[in-house]
T-cell receptor, first 114, second 114 residues
């Protein structure tokens, strides 16, 4: 079974600064996908970024980028130029292959301070 | 707006009762997933349907059941409700033929059992 671990229950950052959220996972699969989802106070689950395990290049979406270390089974999220709207719970998620369930970490509550 | 709809948004009911949660996937999506989010268990996968057939089961209690109808909407039935069933229930959908099979989440149904 796959497991996803987020070791930082809470983090805070000043507006406009950069913050990195950590995630490690455990799997014996070779084909998998990793995701970061954001859950703001509205409780909506919003996909932030996706990484395919077979791709060596780290994914980037505007101010969000990942550091994917496959051998170390590490998948961290970097948020640059943090904005107040980035305040949310962030979940790291693993998916084996294509049409399969997501396995989530317990989440990191990020607060962006003005 | 993810394109996934869930009704009702909120549900308050008493222990021992039965409720039905409804989900309409994005147009064209064949897979529907149900997840439960609670304070103590985090985000957990319950069950997946693909084009009307059950495809995978997770930590779903025997008191819970689901189905996907020919028009691809899905219902999650929760019976003999207990206080511990209070949670946010999400539905997500994904499309076939897309290599990444990204899951898009509905807004959730918040169930409170009193």
């Amino acid at each position: 079974a796959q497991t996803v671990t987020q070791s930082q229950p809470e983090m805070s950052v000043q507006e406009a600064e950069t913050v990195t959220l950590s995630c490690t996972y455990d799997t014996s699969e070779s084909n998998y996908y990793l995701f970061w989802y954001k859950q703001p106070p509205s409780r909506q689950m919003i996909l932030v970024i996706r990484q395919e395990a077979y791709k060596q290049q780290n994914a980037t979406e505007n101010r969000f980028s990942v550091n994917f270390q496959k051998a170390a089974k590490s998948f961290s999220l970097k948020i640059s130029d943090s904005q107040l709207g980035d305040t949310a719970m962030y979940f790291c998620a693993f998916r084996r292959g294509s049409n399969y369930k997501l396995t989530f970490g317990k989440g990191t509550l990020l607060t962006v301070n003005p | 707006d993810s394109g996934v709809t869930q009704t009702p948004k909120h549900l308050i009911t008493a222990t021992g009762q039965r409720v039905t949660l409804r989900c309409s996937p994005r147009s064209g999506d064949l897979s529907v997933y149900w997840y439960q989010q609670s304070l103590d268990q985090g985000l957990q996968f319950l069950i997946q349907y693909y084009n009307g057939e059950e495809r995978a089961k997770g930590n779903i209690l025997e008191r819970f059941s689901a189905q996907q109808f020919p028009d691809l909407h899905s219902e999650l039935n929760l019976s003999s409700l207990e206080l511990g069933d209070s949670a946010l229930y999400f539905c997500a959908s994904s499309a076939p033929g897309s290599g990444s099979y990204e899951q898009y989440f509905g807004p959730g149904t918040r169930l409170t059992v009193t």
